[in-house]
């Protein structure tokens, strides 16, 4: 195991399983964690500097912030069930959940100066997208997009990537900040897989190859990118789902293709 692959851990009080930070990541932004709760369980949280995103991985629960009240959250099993409802909470506000049924619900954060209400994010308005073509196929649900105005640093998105095919590909990189024509932004890959075994490759590395690391991901599991390129492969017969939180110093999602991949099709 690397330092850029982290694994679940049994819940903590607060139902925590995985929590990556600024600090522990070793950089500035993202923020991710996942909290597995027991029905009828209660959490609060302050969100302090931080704007939060809070994505239902499975179950159901129900949600406030602010004058938002009785937010249901979730109502898939799986989630490769279609788009989520999500719950965008602003910084220097707070946010509660009381878990309906057992269930995991992802925390997105980033840096923020809370310019901006809470916000009940529908399936309908996440939507579903194609993108690629023959094996670089995969469905894409973006939660909070860089068109969208209602954040200040997150970017969250959905990506189920069928068994044998390819997905954050072509290679492509946005770890350079050159805007327009390529962002810094810190990303991490929560990792699922429909038959909650096997596994899918994840490879992280640099034109340089001072950063060059591929991972076996299983279900749960956390991949870090804080540079360079980052394909991820679902082998055949495996369903994958990532759940991408990307966050820097300007919202824009500008990347730079692997030269020696630039004739795909992204």
């Known amino acids: 195991m690397t330092n850029l692959l982290v694994r679940p851990t049994k819940p903590d ?50 949600a406030a912030s602010g004058a938002l009240t009785d937010i249901r959250l979730g109502g898939r099993t799986s989630v490769f069930e279609g788009s989520p409802t999500s719950l965008y909470v602003p910084a220097k506000s707070s946010w509660s959940l009381r878990a309906q049924t057992d269930c995991e619900i992802a925390v997105c954060s980033a840096p923020a100066d809370g310019r901006l209400p809470a916000r009940v994010i529908p399936p309908e308005e996440v939507g579903q997208e194609t993108r690629g073509k023959g094996t670089n196929t995969r469905y894409v649900r973006n939660i909070l997009p860089d068109t969208s105005p209602h954040a200040e640093s997150l970017l969250v998105v959905e990506v189920i990537t069928p068994g044998g095919h390819w997905s954050s590909y072509p290679p492509h990189k946005h770890d350079t900040d050159d805007f327009p ?10 990792h699922r897989l429909k038959r909650g075994s096997g596994f899918a490759m994840q490879r992280v590395y640099t034109d340089d190859l001072s950063l060059d690391e591929t991972m076996a991901v299983h279900d749960g599991d956390v991949v870090l990118v804080p540079r360079g390129y980052h394909p991820v492969g679902a082998p055949h017969g495996f369903d994958l789902y990532y759940l991408n939180t990307m966050a820097g110093p300007i919202r824009q999602w500008k990347f730079t293709m692997a030269p020696d991949h630039a004739f795909l099709t992204f």
């Open 13 to 62: 009080a607060d139902g925590r399983v995985l929590n990556v930070t600024p600090a522990s990541a070793g950089w500035t932004y993202v923020g991710f964690e996942v909290l597995r709760l027991a029905a009828g369980q209660t959490l609060a949280r302050e969100t302090l500097a931080r704007e939060h995103c809070l994505v239902p991985i499975s179950g159901e629960a129900v």
């Open 181 to 190: 024509r390529e962002t810094y932004l810190e990303e991490t890959y929560y």
